[in-house]
């Protein structure tokens, strides 16, 4: 599939901010089965100089400052993205057991930003929960296949969990929303990586679009229209890193747009800076995915 993605992001002050520094995360990071093309970046007040390099993790990240006093920003990404159906014998792998995998990942010589082993530990976010490794324990087991793993987590989040755009906000932390049972795809994305680690599974958080229409005789996925979230989990060397999308309870496919992955929201955020001043502000977005075939 081929898709167009428009993403507008609109920032108000209450007063005029000063010396205003922002990092952004909008340009997709190198993804297999994914190729982009035509990506472009405008933003307004036009900034002097717009540094673009990598994240900490596998992200793209792009560094600017605004050094006039502002009252509004506005920041545009569009590009082109053609994206390859999740090969059919990922569906029906099984991957190395979970006390096997931990061996694994552990053990693996890699200190990239795909290396498993980074993603084993505590995140700012994704920090050790006792309920959450508890409840998980109670459908998992050393010896259970990691695809098998990943399924019964995914649904038991999606079964249990009702998706509520009021429940949370960005800040709330993976326990609160565990507690309600209420969330975004954010809040479940987390929760299913503190599970996953709690039982030695390498798990990342992964930010990205969803297609907004839906193919002829599908639902609608949750989440379209936004900004969306879903876990990868390393399913061993075979098959590397495997999305999980609890929101919706499917594998990550054709439908999902990878845009980057790190430990947790904190390591992908698509925006986030600091201004002098004590003003108030309200953020508005907009996504638009729209298929070319």
Known sequence: ???????????????????????????????????????????????????????????????FALREPTRQLTIESRFTVEVEALPFFVRDAAGPGLAELRERAMKKPDLSDLAPASYIFASPIAQPEARIAQWAASFLDEAMPV???????????HEEFTYDADATETDTPPLEAFVKRHG?????????????RAHGIPAAYVSGYLRTLPP???ERLVGADAMHAW??????EELGWIGFDPTNNCLADSDHI????????????????????????????????APLD
């Not at 982009?36 to 933003?43: A, I, M, Q």
């Not at 098998?148 to 989040?157: E, P, Q, V």
Request: glycine share 10%; proline share 4%.
């Open 216 to 218: 002829p005789g599908k």
């Open 258 to 289: 990878f845009l980057g992955m790190g430990r947790d929201y904190s390591d992908v955020a698509p925006l986030d800076g600091t201004f002098r001043g004590s003003a108030g502000q309200t953020m508005f977005a907009s996504v638009d995915v």
């Open 231 to 236: 876990v990868n989990l390393w399913c061993g």
């Open 147 to 157: 695809m098998a793993a990943g399924r019964a987590l995914m649904s038991a989040i």
């Open 184 to 196: 975004v795809c954010q809040d479940f994305s987390h929760v299913m990586i503190i599970a996953a």
């Open 1 to 63: 599939m081929r898709y167009s993605v428009n993403h507008i992001t609109t920032i108000k002050y209450a007063q005029a901010v000063r010396m205003a520094q922002f990092n952004l995360r909008l340009r997709p990071a190198d993804w297999a089965g994914q190729s982009v093309s035509d990506y472009t970046l405008e933003v307004d007040p036009q900034p002097g100089q717009v540094i673009e390099g990598s994240g900490g993790y596998h992200v793209n990240e792009a560094r």
